[in-house]
């Protein structure tokens, strides 16, 4: 693997290894040194156009963009300068003079650029003090069922029109007309992107805001989760934004090898994974018993299975959704034990036709962790040619009808003895001798591997359920 080119710069007296193929602003931040900054993202191509992240280079006539400037042998940068300074303060007066002063009821308060940098590089009083005369502009613009475009609070600093370009090539919003009147708008009246909420992550201020969350809850009283979604094969990196065991939002964490700093809206509506009904309760032969009681006949059923050694075999049928942790005990479980054929099924496929594959991170793959499953553990997928006729099925996951549809309970029938793990309520539960609550990968720690071999790290989130192990723990138990 070919190494990146650097160079020797010095960023206020820091000596630096500078790759040349990256802007001076982003080895700054890199390196721990703080510029300000508007119309930058890492993953985004430079535009230059909010004039915040101005520094002095020895040699040059005047303060210079550092994120459209690249480093070069034996650069000398000053990033505290008085010029800079004095510059900077003219931008943020610029950026403010329009700007309205409703700081109290936005929803980018705690994550606001535009206050970091004003309280941080100015601090001075703004020269226009009569606030009628600001030039007003539309309020409330409904975007799409998603977005809320507030025009007065925006900057144009057109990183939502960056990315709709570059990123999702949806090319769904430009800036129209010039000078104070500028504004953001959608292309043919509405915004319609399947990535279209990075657009509200990556703004600035609070000018794009979100349907579901505006005015739900301050970001800053929000305790932030690393987690990964499931919702396809990718394995976008997240956060789950909570509070009290609610979840408010879901929002992309940076992974540069995965899914950079985006993840697309499907991923984000965690309500129809969510709201299903749970399953509370064990039931052992369609009676609930204590949750600690299901986990020893669960046990006695599969040694007794074990020690007979009878004429038929066993079916174990593992999760899509279970965690590197909880697949690797589940086969080294049953592979112990003679007779028992391990396959997997897939589970939930959510917005399968509403959000197909696509060439930006998308996959028609619905399942988290088919790779491990295939790839490291050599399963193959469990199919309506099997007949089910077996002593032992244990069933993990949310019931077999993705898989084999509607053979399902026909495949159950056949089996004399049958055990199921899983979170939510299902159909065919009052066939299986034993039922057993598990948790959602919102409520337990583990790590997922995409499909292509990348491996990712989730975190509990919620506590709704202490009582109920993992199910890495109950097969490592057994």
């Not at 931008?91 to 994550?111: A, Q, R, S, T, Y």
């Not at 879901?250 to 399953?279: H, Q």
């Not at 593992?318 to 690797?328: H, K, L, P, V």
Request: hydrophobic residues 35%.
């Amino acid at each position: 693997m070919n190494e990146k080119k650097t160079v020797s710069i010095t960023i206020d007296g820091k000596k630096v290894d500078a790759p040349v193929d990256q802007p001076i602003l982003a080895t700054a931040l890199d390196e721990g040194i703080d510029i300000p900054y508007f119309c930058y993202h890492k993953d985004l191509r430079p535009d230059g156009n909010c004039r915040m992240c101005l520094v002095d280079i020895e040699k040059t006539r005047r303060p210079t963009i550092s994120c459209m400037t690249y480093p070069t042998e034996g650069m000398i940068v000053h990033t505290k300068t008085d010029k800079v300074k004095a510059m900077q303060k003219a931008v943020l007066e610029m950026v403010l003079v329009n700007h309205p002063l409703d700081c109290p009821i936005c929803d980018k308060v705690g994550e606001c650029r535009l206050q970091a940098n004003y309280f941080q590089y100015s601090g001075e009083p703004s020269h226009f003090l009569n606030p009628h005369a600001k030039v007003r502009a539309p309020k409330l613009e409904k975007f799409s069922d998603r977005i809320i475009f507030d025009s007065e609070r925006c900057i144009k600093c057109s990183l939502c029109v960056r990315f709709s370009t570059d990123v999702s090539q949806s090319h769904g919003l430009g800036l129209v007309n010039r000078g104070v009147h500028s504004t953001v708008a959608p292309s043919g009246g509405e915004y319609v992107d399947q990535y279209s909420d990075c657009v509200i992550d990556i703004c600035p201020v609070g000018a794009l805001t979100s349907t579901t969350f505006r005015f739900q809850a301050r970001v800053y009283t929000l305790q932030k989760t690393e987690s990964v979604c499931t919702f396809c094969a990718r394995g976008c990196n997240t956060n789950i934004e909570h509070k009290l065991n609610k979840i408010y939002r879901i929002t992309p964490r940076r992974n540069e090898d995965v899914n950079k700093s985006w993840m697309c809206n499907a991923g984000r509506d965690f309500a129809p994974y969510w709201n299903r009904e749970r399953l509370h309760t064990a039931r052992s032969k369609n009676k609930e018993i204590s949750y600690e009681q299901s986990l020893i006949e669960c046990k006695d059923i599969v040694r007794d299975y074990a020690m007979k050694k009878p004429v038929g075999k066993a079916l174990a049928i593992a999760s899509t959704f279970g965690s590197n942790e909880e697949i690797a005990s589940f086969v080294s479980l049953f592979r112990m034990i003679s007779g028992v054929d391990i396959y997997f099924k897939t589970d939930s496929i959510l917005y399968q036709k509403e959000y197909p594959h696509d060439d930006v991170l998308i996959r028609d793959d619905k399942n988290p962790n088919r790779y491990t499953l295939e790839k490291i553990h050599q399963l193959k997928e469990i199919t309506d040619t099997h007949d089910g006729a077996f002593d032992l099925l244990v069933v993990w996951g949310e019931g077999l009808k993705n898989s084999l549809k509607e053979k399902q309970e026909e495949f159950l029938k056949k089996a004399k003895r049958k055990i199921l793990f899983t979170p939510f309520i299902d159909e065919t539960m009052s066939m299986y001798d034993l039922v057993i609550p598990t948790l959602t990968f919102i409520e337990k720690n583990g790590t997922y591997t995409n499909f292509e071999g990348k491996t990712s790290r989730f975190n509990r989130a919620l506590s709704l359920y202490h009582h109920i192990q993992d199910e890495a723990m109950i097969f490592e138990d057994f």
